[in-house]
């Protein structure tokens, strides 16, 4: 069986074990062999043999930090198309973009979707698993007779031109300088630019400075500015990141309408509603998060969202995950909790030209609240003043009840360690928080050394690590993976039910807060300006009147019961409006 070493240089710490635990342990170095050596300086981090591993399993038991997987891998995998060094990431295979169509690519973070973009984008040359770059002979020689030699010989021979949106648009502004009507306007291939401004809305920041706008608008402006391009295959890796759910929908819609026959879309998302409502088809991405990644034949994308809900690949025989993802077609309707937590008055707030004014409500017992509502109306500010972080001009937040806060933006600045921060919510929470969340692999870390997604996972933990009533958090799903958001979904559900505490939940993904909330509230009015807050309203009473806002409708899948949104314009869809059931028909 194929077999690879994979050590996470991020985590392997050769010093901090007493010098090469791995290699004292390893019963093969022990018969005087170099399984496993020390590697080049400055580093020096253990190299692997794979040839000489026994893939007895030792040496990733015994590593204290968890950086080393021996991976046997699935027989039918042969020769990776790149890998990051020796012992690095292993990729094996490819997605195929298809001429008029939109194809998306779904897998957990870490197994390899931006690294096969950028492949196919040729921002990366592959190295075919050696330690040098490959040229276009032997890459087309390697995908001999596969669907892939077609495109990778259009690529050698100058025939492919990408436009690609990176994923992380919040490091443009270190790279680029200017106002965003000039960087739009300089790679303004297409002569495009009125169109895509308005498209995007885009007007208003045109005239600011590129290290003045918020995530939301740099998303789209990179969306924008990869639109702009002259290229027959456009890459969007996340572009629903940091956008509302209106805009999300902008976006997929524009994203679709891209594609012709003689243009294709590739598409990375952790959305699974944007990506089935976005794509044509789809690729699931499986293996091993940091150690290897192999991406799935493509499949119609209902076919392929509902196999990777199930967790098994039947025409590949491959189970990626051991269980499946359930919804419900009715989930239980929770009885309304009697006893109050925390109560409101109408209450007012203004912040320089914006205003929010928000109604009476309640909150009562072990109830989960989704916060549903547009960037820029509030959503952020009603959390502050449920928390008491900042005050009401006019009516008041009942203040007896205890209140923890998550914030949506997050700041790992100092040198802390994780395990120091989570304190001994470690032990106390060890099954209900930090195994879940997958914490204990960055408990040695620190803060400031987490990326994106590990940072939110830990701000999640040591907030529901609090001993409070009432738990707030700010849009969670920020860098999480789908499998991420579902096992967070699970431990919310937990929290509630075994504390008898509330939470609530501002998000921008519709499963997640369809799959969670028992109750909604809605945010209405115009961004910047005003905004109305109303609720917590039934499920169906809140989606609805958030959905009649947004202008679509949703039903559930017939075979799994997932959320899907209606094709615009579709029978379904004018019924279910005349219907004024807006939500699941
Ligand atoms: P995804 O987009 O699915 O989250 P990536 O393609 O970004 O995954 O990364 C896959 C794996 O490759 C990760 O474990 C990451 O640590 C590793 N990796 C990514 N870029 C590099 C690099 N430049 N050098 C070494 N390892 C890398
Ligand atoms: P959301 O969380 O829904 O995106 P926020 O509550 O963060 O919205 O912001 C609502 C509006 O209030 C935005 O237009 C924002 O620019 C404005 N705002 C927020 N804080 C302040 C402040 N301290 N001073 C002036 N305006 C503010
Ligand atoms: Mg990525
Ligand atoms: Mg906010």
């Not at 592959?126 to 040229?135: H, M, S």
């Not at 999300?248 to 524009?254: D, G």
Request: aromatic content about 6%.
């Amino acid at each position: 069986m194929p077999r690879i070493a994979i050590v996470r240089k991020d985590r392997c710490n050769p010093q901090g074990c007493g010098g090469y635990l791995c290699a004292r342990v390893c019963p093969v170095n022990m018969e005087d062999k170099d399984c496993i050596v020390p590697g080049p300086p400055p580093e020096k981090k253990p190299i692997i043999d794979e040839k000489l591993c026994t893939g007895c399993g030792i040496c990733p038991n015994r590593c204290p930090f968890g950086a080393i997987d021996i991976v046997n891998l699935p027989e039918a995998l042969s020769n990776p198309i790149h890998r990051y060094g020796r012992n690095g990431f292993h990729l094996y295979s490819l997605p195929t973009p298809i001429f008029g169509k939109v194809v998306g690519i779904v897998g957990r973070n870490g197994i390899g979707k931006s690294t096969a973009i950028k492949i196919v984008a040729g921002a990366l040359k592959p190295n075919l698993g050696t330690d040098e770059d490959a040229d276009w002979t032997d890459i087309v020689k390697f995908f001999k007779g596969k669907e892939a030699q077609g495109y990778f010989e259009a690529v050698r021979d100058g025939k492919i031109k990408v436009a690609y949106k990176p994923q992380h648009v919040e490091l443009i502004p270190q790279t680029m300088k200017g106002k965003v009507h000039e960087l739009l306007h300089k790679v303004d291939e297409r002569k495009k630019f009125d169109e895509m401004v308005k498209e995007l809305d885009l007007l208003d920041v045109l005239d600011r400075d590129i290290t003045e706008v918020s995530g939301g608008e740099l998303q789209r402006i990179a969306i924008a500015a990869t639109v702009l391009r002259q290229a027959n295959l456009y890459i969007f890796d996340e572009p629903s990141s940091y956008l509302d759910i209106k805009q999300r929908i902008n976006v997929s819609k524009f994203i679709k309408s891209l594609a012709d026959e003689n243009t294709a879309v590739l598409v990375v998302e952790h959305d699974l509603i944007i990506m089935d409502y976005m794509t044509d088809l789809l690729h699931i991405m499986y293996g091993k998060e940091g150690a290897y990644g192999v991406v799935s034949l493509p499949k119609s994308t209902r076919t392929g969202m509902n196999i990777y809900l199930e967790g098994f690949i039947k025409d590949e025989n491959m189970r990626f995950r051991d269980h499946e993802i359930k919804f419900l077609a009715r989930p239980p309707q929770k009885p309304v909790s009697k006893v109050t937590l925390t109560s409101w008055d109408s209450m007012h707030k203004k912040l320089g030209n914006f205003a929010l004014t928000i109604k009476e409500g309640t909150i009562g017992r072990s109830t989960v609240i989704g916060i549903l509502g547009e960037n820029g109306i509030g959503k952020t500010t009603f959390v502050k003043m449920l928390a008491g972080v900042i005050e009401s001009d006019e009516g008041k937040v009942d203040a007896k009840v205890k209140v923890a806060y998550k914030p949506q933006y997050l700041e790992g600045r100092n040198d802390e360690l994780v395990m120091n921060l989570l304190g001994e919510a470690t032990q106390k929470y060890d099954a209900q928080l930090i195994v879940p969340l997958e914490i204990r692999p960055l408990l040695l870390k620190p803060l400031n050394t987490l990326s994106g997604g590990e940072l939110q996972r830990v701000a999640i933990a040591h907030c529901l690590s609090q001993a409070a009533d009432l738990y707030l958090l700010d849009e969670p799903s920020a860098y999480l993976d789908i499998e991420q958001r579902l096992a967070f979904s699970k431990v919310v559900r937990d929290v509630v039910e075994q504390r008898g505490v509330s939470v609530l939940i501002v998000d921008h993904d519709l499963l997640f807060i369809d799959y969670l909330s028992d109750r909604i509230i809605v945010f209405e009015g115009v961004p910047a300006k005003h905004g109305e807050v109303t609720g917590p309203f039934a499920m169906e009473e809140g989606m609805n009147k958030f959905l009649t806002e947004v202008g679509i409708t949703m039903r559930r899948d017939k075979d799994t019961n997932r959320p899907r949104i209606n094709k615009p314009g579709s029978r379904l869809e004018q019924e279910q409006k005349a219907e004024g059931k807006l939500y699941y028909g």
